[in-house]
């Protein structure tokens, strides 16, 4: 069994416009943007990354903005739902600043114990607040949320699939326990305080739910979190050994990121720690200045000239 997993490292979605998504996590929820780069695979679009002060782990929601992108459609085989940490008490400050902006999907409810906001992100995208009395990581502060509010960063996320049990085992041997069950939706954990906050997996059983179709809104993969490269290489073997196929360590300039395919179709990314997001910018000025793969250096001003300007 896996014993490295400390909870999830980034999620990875695609939006329909750099500029709207810019403003909704910087503006409305409050992130910071800690890098502005560029798709790996298609340097004409931006990879935008928001998170805490400094980008830590379990904390930054990342987007691919294709220009004009149809809309995905929910489904199974999906993360189906990316959830946040808010303080105790918090939700009426979400509910209202939400209401405010004109924020669609707002729905509270309660799950394991734990009171929620859910709302949608511009494309639709799935996302909760979830309210938590205990979770101790700092928060950046932007204007208008105070601490007592500020979003601490994942709680973790929900997947939304046809049969659990492949993806339950799949846990088991990443190093989560089963925790309880509610309905549908079985709750899976980073047991005995190992994790970095971003510690839980719910599985939601839909077994008459359609595909999903991708597109924008739509989560392209979720990223698990290890220290270091030495113990990204000691999970890729023993994902091997256990049958997975898992790409060759690809090196991401902040991270260096392995990839597979889950029995259910979502696509897990084991990323690491190590060397974050300060390699390339001080930490008081992340976010700042677009930052290109080496490889497109030489073209940075015809692929600037191409991207639209994010504002502030």
């Not at 980008?55 to 992108?69: E, H, I, R």
């Not at 690809?250 to 597979?260: C, G, N, T």
């Not at 696509?267 to 200045?289: I, K, M, S, Y």
């Amino acid at each position: 069994m896996i014993k490295d997993i400390k909870g999830l490292h980034h999620v990875t979605s695609m939006a329909s416009d750099a500029r709207q998504n810019n403003r909704f996590f910087t503006d409305t929820l409050g992130l910071r943007r800690v890098k502005q780069t560029v798709n790996f695979d298609d340097p004409s679009v931006y990879h935008l990354y928001y998170g805490d002060e400094n980008g830590s782990a379990g904390t930054v929601m990342t987007y691919f903005p294709f220009p004009n992108m149809m809309l995905g459609r929910p489904g199974v085989g999906e993360v189906g739902e990316t959830q946040f940490s808010v303080p105790k008490g918090s939700l009426k400050f979400w509910q209202d600043r939400f209401a405010a902006q004109g924020v669609d999907g707002l729905e509270k409810d309660a799950v394991f114990g734990a009171n929620r906001l859910r709302f949608m992100g511009p494309d639709g995208d799935s996302f909760a607040l979830i309210e938590s009395a205990d979770d101790k990581r700092a928060p950046w502060l932007a204007d208008g949320i105070p601490d007592d509010a500020a979003i601490r960063g994942f709680a973790g996320a929900r997947f939304s699939l046809h049969d659990t049990a492949a993806t339950e085992e799949l846990l088991g041997f990443m190093g989560y326990e089963r925790a309880e069950k509610e309905g549908e939706v079985t709750r899976f954990i980073i047991p005995n305080g190992n994790g970095n906050g971003a510690d839980t997996i719910d599985l939601a059983s839909l077994p008459k739910t359609p595909f999903a179709r991708q597109g924008a809104g739509s989560v392209h993969h979720i990223a698990f979190a290890v220290d270091n490269r030495e113990k990204q290489l000691e999970v890729r073997k023993a994902l091997m050994d256990t049958g997975y196929q898992v790409t060759p360590v690809i090196d991401r300039d902040y991270f260096w990121a392995i990839y597979f395919r889950t029995p259910g179709g979502i696509l897990f990314e084991v990323a690491t720690n190590e060397p974050g997001f300060n390699r390339d910018e001080d930490t008081a000025h992340l976010g700042e200045a677009l930052k290109l793969p080496g490889r497109y250096e030489a073209f940075r001003d015809q692929i600037q000239a191409n991207l639209e300007p994010l504002g502030a």
